[in-house]
């Protein structure tokens, strides 16, 4: 376990993305439950990765939903619809990660979701560079479905209260707390018992105190 600064931390990710010899796109998760600070980090990390020359493309888990017609078959607050009902990740293999992986020819989309419509997006298909770097943030993303899709895999952490309380600040519906006691947190502790993320995870990052992270970067990563 390392301790430092959170640019301390930031220049270890970058390190060990640069590590990646692969001869296509490095395909980055960063997994983590909600509101563990997932996205904030890995737009930090695209900071200094750009500058660091590379070409970044930033894209998250929440523009590859399933409509919202599909999402709650089983109701608004089960945890097994969350890990099962929400994602389309056959669609995010088809048109980013497959493209960006090993035999794929780097055109790929960022996107399939549009929250404002609730429907179907379609953006402009894109090429990416051989040495393009992929940080793709979201829940769920070490699971059986996408494991094998990832050339680095780092899993933010926090303890599951802690995340409520982020919640609780940054948003502003009625039944927030709610939804993360009966959906999220329960979905998460699924996920941990049949997908077991930190076990295949690189790089585990201990976020409780942003400013002052801890990280575990795995020998064999």
Request: hydrophobic letters at 35%; aromatic letters at 8%; glycine letters at 6%.
């Amino acid at each position: 376990m390392e301790h430092g600064t959170r640019d301390e931390m930031l220049r270890r990710l970058a390190d060990a993305v640069a590590g990646v010899a692969v001869a296509h796109p490095t395909r980055v998760a960063v997994d983590g439950p909600p509101a563990t600070g997932k996205t904030t980090l890995a737009d930090e990390l695209a900071v200094v990765l750009r500058e660091r020359g590379r070409d970044v493309i930033r894209a998250t888990v929440d523009d590859f939903l399933f409509p919202r017609a599909q999402r709650y078959p089983r109701g608004e607050y089960s945890a097994e619809g969350c890990y099962h009902d929400t994602h389309d990740h056959d669609a995010l293999n088809r048109v980013l990660l497959d493209p960006l992986g090993p035999g794929g020819d780097r055109r790929f989309q960022p996107a399939v979701y549009d929250h404002t419509t609730d429907g179907v997006l379609s953006p402009p298909v894109t090429t990416a560079p051989a040495d393009a770097v992929l940080l793709f943030d979201g829940v769920f993303l070490l699971r059986p479905e996408l494991i094998d899709r990832w050339d680095l895999r780092v899993f933010v952490s926090t303890t599951l209260d802690r995340t409520v309380e982020r919640a609780l600040v940054r948003e502003r519906r009625p039944d927030v707390e709610r939804r993360w006691r009966e959906r999220y947190i329960p979905s998460q502790q699924l996920y941990f018992a049949t997908a077991r993320p930190t076990d295949h995870a690189d790089i585990v990052v201990h976020n409780d105190e942003p400013q002052r992270p801890a990280w575990e970067i795995r020998a064999d990563s």
